[in-house]
């Protein structure tokens, strides 16, 4: 069975929250690490609650067992559950990653994310890269109809790197949708909807492409 090839040189993910991004496609970023210029955006850092004082260390040692270096991830100060009423910061953060990164692929919450926050970012995304493909990734807990129409294969190591990046999480390692066997079902699943032993899914948010023979 072949593959549909895609590319890109330059690659954003942005997520509201620390593990956000990790849980969506964790694995794709693994598996794209020396592939392509890879650059992380977490709007908020969550430091406005006690006691998750301890996620901006987390989030950076989580990074890092994807195998991305310093100046390839960045954590915003956004406040959580306020994106609402910043969405023209956000907007306008998202404009300056735009202008410095110049993205073919931009990776944000699935359209289909209940939280109010993801919402703001995949709204806010979409004005901000109008004419550039934008692929929408699941957060298990905060989604409801979700459904991947686009699907990468990845492969078990890739994913055993995600479930390693995400156990950095300590803060959050007694959450169900943090379990390694949930994670993995996750990814078979998606993997049998692609006929492949595992994979990441998207929902297409817009697709900009040319046809080449």
Do not use: W
Not at 182 to 187: D, K
């Amino acid at each position: 069975m072949n593959n549909m090839t895609f590319y890109g040189k330059s690659l954003l993910f942005m997520g509201a929250h620390p593990d956000d991004i990790e849980l969506g496609c964790g694995a794709f970023i693994a598996g794209m690490v020396g592939k392509a210029d890879i650059f992380c955006y977490t709007f908020s850092d969550n430091q406005k609650n006690p006691d998750l004082l301890n996620l901006v260390t987390e989030h950076a040692n989580s990074m890092r067992a994807l195998g991305l270096k310093e100046n390839q991830f960045e954590l915003g100060t956004f406040e959580t559950r306020r994106f609402p009423d910043a969405r023209q910061e956000i907007l306008e953060k998202m404009i300056a990653l735009r202008k410095k990164y110049q993205p073919k692929i931009v990776f944000v919450h699935t359209a289909q994310d209940l939280h109010q926050d993801h919402q703001i970012v995949t709204q806010e995304a979409m004005r901000a890269f109008r004419g550039t493909t934008v692929l929408g990734f699941d957060v298990l807990r905060s989604s409801y109809g979700f459904f991947p129409h686009f699907l990468t294969e990845v492969s078990e190591e890739d994913l055993n790197t995600k479930i390693a990046a995400l156990a950095e999480y300590k803060t959050y390692q007694g959450r169900y949708y943090f379990s390694p066997e949930i994670i993995r079902a996750t990814a078979i699943r998606h993997g049998a909807l692609a006929e492949r032993p595992f994979a990441e899914g998207f929902d297409i948010i817009r697709i900009v492409a040319n046809f080449s023979e």
